[in-house]
């Protein structure tokens, strides 16, 4: 498959993977905002080891999401269409993702 | 040609509009809340109140949920060819959408308010 096709179909599926998690944030989220208790509770799940995976997991889905996101901005504009071109950017779009994951997690970890 | 008879150009427009707005807030949380003095539920709370922040946080709930919606339609209409599945599933979504709207909002104005 070629590196373009790639970062469509990453695309796709992380945008469907995090609607699916809109429901369970907007609850986290209540919680967090509800009073001391429900927010430690909230900190209590993001802090517990099987969920921090989860996260990277969310954090490289958010991050290829936006890079992609960008570069699909760029080539509406008519940058980079050529195909040369247009494949590098897809392989910028992977590696910033993972290096943005990477940082991140290294922040949180 | 109208607006609304642009076929698919309002909802490729909104797409990228709200792309661009959740962009731009979620690089200002990540500033603002990475030079935070302290993890408490009194922090977070006073952050999320503060009325620009509160603001900003209901335009990016209507963008992420505008955004989901979107994309979730484009989706089922690539691969849900049936109507008999595709109908329903884009009900039970636009639900989901609501009600997470409706909520997150409702969170807001009551840390907005306090």
Do not use: C
């Not at chain 1, 958010?62 to 008519?78: E, P």
């Amino acid at each position: 498959m070629p590196v373009m096709a790639v970062v469509s179909i990453l695309h796709r599926i992380s945008g469907v993977a995090m609607v699916l998690l809109i429901p369970l944030l907007v609850y986290l989220f209540d919680l967090s905002l509800r009073n001391p208790q429900g927010f430690q509770t909230v900190l209590a799940v993001l802090n517990s080891t099987p969920v921090r995976l989860l996260e990277v997991l969310l954090v490289w889905m958010l991050a290829h999401h936006f890079f992609a996101g960008v570069r699909f901005l760029v080539l509406d504009m008519d940058w980079g269409v050529e195909k040369a071109v247009a494949r590098k950017s897809a392989w910028l779009v992977h590696g910033a993702a993972v290096v943005t994951t990477l940082l991140i997690a290294g922040a949180l970890l | 040609m109208s607006w609304r008879g642009a076929n698919g150009l309002r909802p490729w427009l909104m797409q990228r509009l709200s792309a661009v707005y959740m962009a731009g807030f979620l690089l200002f949380a990540l500033g603002s809340l990475a030079g935070a003095s302290s993890v408490s539920f009194e922090a977070w709370r006073d952050w999320v109140g503060q009325p620009l922040v509160n603001a900003a946080m209901a335009l990016f709930v209507v963008a992420l949920l505008t955004h989901a919606w979107v994309g979730t339609r484009d989706v089922l209409m690539d691969y849900v060819k049936p109507m008999a599945l595709r109908f329903p599933l884009l009900l039970l979504f636009a639900l989901i959408f609501l009600i997470s709207l409706f909520w997150s909002l409702r969170v807001l104005f009551s840390v907005a308010a306090a």
